[in-house]
């Protein structure tokens, strides 16, 4: 997978808009950006985290009550931490904030619980490509992808739900990428489609059904134009 931009991003979505700003732009010290309208009845609150994006969904409509994703904890590197601090935002979303280099995070990691270690590690270095450093972590480019095999992982996860939802890889030709990651054992979630002038995205899911989202947007790439 060549990759736009050298970050992940990552989305979570809630009812309660509120404390979790409070939280996440005090507490957990990360930089608001700016507000995306995405729907009616959905805004989504960017901030930036040494380029990644934390995409906080806030939906007006209540979420369904659904078991959490596999996406289970969000890494932070940030300088002038004697030692790892372990938070939870207001709906119990996890977040440590480590002293750069812990784990091997240098920017940020996503730790991502799985039922099957093997079928994952397939999946990261065939389906999306990433190189793997270590057994069961992933690098693309500056972030890291942590898999942790759980008994209490999920067998599907939903996309609709609070919580970690999703992760989202920029990459240049979002139709041949997705195309590519078909081929090699993803499952398709969304086909690619073109978001007015912003971004032409699509979706894809993993073994355990979590959700994974491939943007070409327009802000990094120019064009929205798909690959012949």
């Known amino acids: 997978m060549r990759l736009a931009k050298p970050q ?21 010290g990360v930089r608001f950006d700016h507000l995306l ?13 040494g380029g990644s ?9 209540p979420l369904p009550d659904v078991p959490p994703s596999g996406y ?3 890494i932070i590197a940030r300088e002038g931490l004697a030692a790892p601090q372990a938070l939870a935002d207001p709906e119990g979303n996890r977040v440590r904030l480590v002293p750069p280099g812990t784990d091997g ?24 490509g990433l190189p793997e450093v270590r057994p069961g972590v992933f690098q693309a480019a500056e972030s890291l992808i942590l898999l942790d095999e759980a008994k209490d992982a999920p067998a599907d996860a939903e996309m609709r739900g609070r919580g970690w939802r ?33 971004a032409r995205i ?3 899911r993993d073994p355990d059904g979590n959700w ?17």
Do not use: C
């Open 105 to 128: 995070v240098t920017q940020i990691g996503v730790r991502l619980a799985v039922r099957d270690l093997q079928a994952h590690r397939r999946f990261y270095a065939q389906a999306l």
């Open 166 to 198: 999703y992760i989202t890889f920029q990459v240049f030709e979002v139709d041949r990428e997705h195309a590519a990651a078909l081929e090699r054992g993803a499952r398709e979630a969304v086909a690619p489609v073109t978001l007015g002038t912003t």
């Open 53 to 61: 994006v934390l995409k906080l969904n806030a939906h007006a409509e």
């Open 37 to 49: 309208p995405i729907r009616r009845g959905q805004n989504q609150y960017r901030h930036d985290i």
């Open 8 to 28: 992940v991003d990552i989305g979570l979505s809630t009812n309660d808009i509120e404390p979790m700003l409070a939280f996440w732009q005090g507490e957990a």
């Open 202 to 204: 699509s979706m894809i």
């Open 212 to 228: 994974i989202e491939l943007s070409q947007r327009a802000s990094i790439v120019g064009s929205l134009e798909p690959s012949s």
């Open 72 to 74: 289970r904890e969000l």
